[in-house]
């Protein structure tokens, strides 16, 4: 008879990062809502580096050969999460086994991205949405016989408009003040700007 494990019960898991992701987008209204919304050419594509740590470059062997990798990250800007959530591009709340919401019970992202090339340790993408310094867990190749579903249905999604919002500006909708993160990002992007222009 096997006993039912408590959702609260923690489980002895240790995971260890096995890189860093260095991205353009820092704060999440600036990924895209997924890695491959819109087609993009290389040159509108949102390039990023995987940090892989030292000791695991033979990991990287062979990888090169993948035109798209699976990659498993932390989300380390979450805290806390609830069971159910409103998707930016939906009107009601749903569970979050039916989203793709960074704030989970274990706030683990999964996205294919497009492996541009690898240099020593550190693999260069595209088409992600990946945010600045998140912890990658694990890498795997993307192989399009057994990992895309083209019939595969899409629930409540279905039905939303495809030009819908990416995120909602949750601070307006509950009278909140703009997050610290997000102010001193529009600085630092104003800022970057009039240095250039």
Not at 1 to 30: C, Y
Not at 57 to 69: C, W, Y
Not at 100 to 106: D, Q, S, T, Y
Request: charged share 25%; proline share 8%.
């Amino acid at each position: 008879m096997s006993k039912r494990r408590d959702f609260a019960a923690p489980l002895a898991l240790q995971l260890r990062p096995i890189g860093v992701m260095r991205s353009p987008h820092v704060v999440h209204h600036e990924a895209p809502r997924q890695p491959r919304v819109e087609p993009a050419s290389v040159e509108g594509v949102a390039h990023g580096e995987i940090h892989v740590a030292q000791g695991l470059q033979n990991a990287l062997h062979d990888l090169q050969g993948f035109s798209h990798i699976w990659v498993l990250f932390v989300c380390h800007h979450t805290r806390g999460w609830n069971s159910k959530v409103k998707p930016p591009r939906g009107t009601e709340k749903v569970g979050v086994f039916a989203t793709r919401a960074p704030a989970r019970p274990n706030p683990i992202g999964l996205s294919c991205v497009r492996l541009l090339r690898v240099e020593k340790r550190v693999l260069f993408i595209g088409d992600h949405d990946i945010l600045d310094g998140a912890p990658i867990l694990d890498i795997k190749p993307y192989l399009p016989y057994c990992d895309s579903v083209p019939d595969a249905r899409i629930g409540w999604v279905e039905g939303v408009a495809h030009d819908a919002a990416d995120h909602l500006e949750w601070w307006d909708e509950k009278g909140a003040k703009l997050p610290a993160v997000y102010e001193r990002r529009r600085r630092e992007t104003k800022k970057g700007g009039d240095e250039r222009g």
